[in-house]
């Protein structure tokens, strides 16, 4: 599993970042990180993500940075809201 995690964590890292500076609290790369997993596991909707996230919060820990936590479910729809669906 860490070397499909680690594959796509590759991947996303080429993806830009359409936040101000000043407003990042959350990596843009472990948003989506954690998006991801969290969909593939059941989630549905932001409020979904953000539970399946929080409650897997140690295991992002072992290969994601999370500097402030795990986003709210309000962040994960900021963000993907001004992502450039073409990126992904």
Same mark, same amino acid.
């Given at each position: 599993?860490?070397?499909?995690?680690?594959?796509?964590? &590759?991947?996303?890292?080429?993806? &830009?970042? *359409? %936040?101000?500076?000043?407003?990042?609290?959350?990596?843009?790369? =472990?948003?989506?990180?954690?998006?991801?997993?969290?969909?593939?596991?059941?989630? &549905?909707?932001?409020? &979904?993500?953000?539970?399946?996230?929080?409650?897997?919060? =140690?295991? @992002? %820990?072992? @290969?994601?940075?999370? *500097?402030?936590?795990? *986003?709210?479910?309000?962040?994960?729809? %900021?963000? @993907?809201? %001004?992502?450039?669906?073409?990126?992904?």
């Amino acid at each position: 599993m860490k070397k499909i995690v680690s594959i796509l964590c &590759e991947y996303l890292e080429d993806i &830009e970042d *359409p %936040r101000k500076d000043i407003n990042k609290l959350h990596l843009l790369h =472990d948003i989506l990180v954690t998006t991801i997993c969290a969909v593939l596991c059941g989630a &549905e909707g932001w409020g &979904e993500i953000a539970l399946y996230c929080q409650a897997q919060e =140690d295991w @992002f %820990r072992t @290969f994601l940075e999370l *500097p402030n936590g795990i *986003p709210s479910a309000s962040t994960y729809g %900021r963000v @993907f809201s %001004r992502l450039n669906p073409k990126s992904l």
